[in-house]
């Protein structure tokens, strides 16, 4: 497998905790494996902004997009330790809410027939897809009905929503 492509929604809560350890380069304290995980995102500072910040179930939530780089083939069990830790020690405090492999496909679990996504899109996804502009007369910003591609890396085939 090649390199492979996360979005997680993160609570604002968690967001706060994590967000100003992501830039100092010497943090070695209690967050270390979790600041590790959310430096896998390409400038975040960026990525976090191209998403809308919206509140479900009363909970806002912040979209990060991470990319695990194929490792000696080892993209897949990177992101599997990733989640494994974030369920662990962040229970209850991010969501999966799709994955892609580099060609654009979503992770499949192969384990049942037929094959279905491992990380389904989650149903409220585009409530955090940038708005976008309205033709009518006059022109205006309104929210997404769709699901769009946001933040493709170079070389990163667009992704599946379907």
Do not use: C
């Not at 070695?28 to 995980?37: C, E, K, S, W």
């Not at 960026?46 to 990319?67: D, E, I, Q, R, W």
């Amino acid at each position: 497998m090649s390199h492979v492509n996360l979005w997680i929604a993160l609570t604002d809560a968690a967001k706060t905790t994590l967000r100003p350890l992501l830039d100092d380069e010497d943090y070695a304290g209690p967050h270390l494996t979790a600041v590790r995980i959310f430096r896998n995102m390409i400038e975040y500072g960026t990525v976090t902004s191209m998403f809308k910040s919206p509140t479900l179930a009363g909970t806002k939530y912040h979209l990060f997009s991470l990319t695990f780089n194929d490792i000696h083939g080892q993209a897949a069990q990177r992101l599997q330790d990733a989640l494994a830790y974030l369920e662990a020690n962040y229970t209850n405090k991010f969501e999966v809410v799709g994955a892609w492999k580099w060609d654009g496909s979503q992770i499949m679990d192969n384990s049942v027939s037929p094959a279905v996504p491992f990380y389904p899109l989650h149903p409220q996804l585009v409530k955090f897809m940038p708005d976008v502009w309205d033709t009518s007369s006059p022109p205006q910003l309104i929210a997404a009905t769709e699901l769009t591609d946001v933040n493709l890396i170079q070389g990163q085939a667009h992704r599946d929503f379907s």
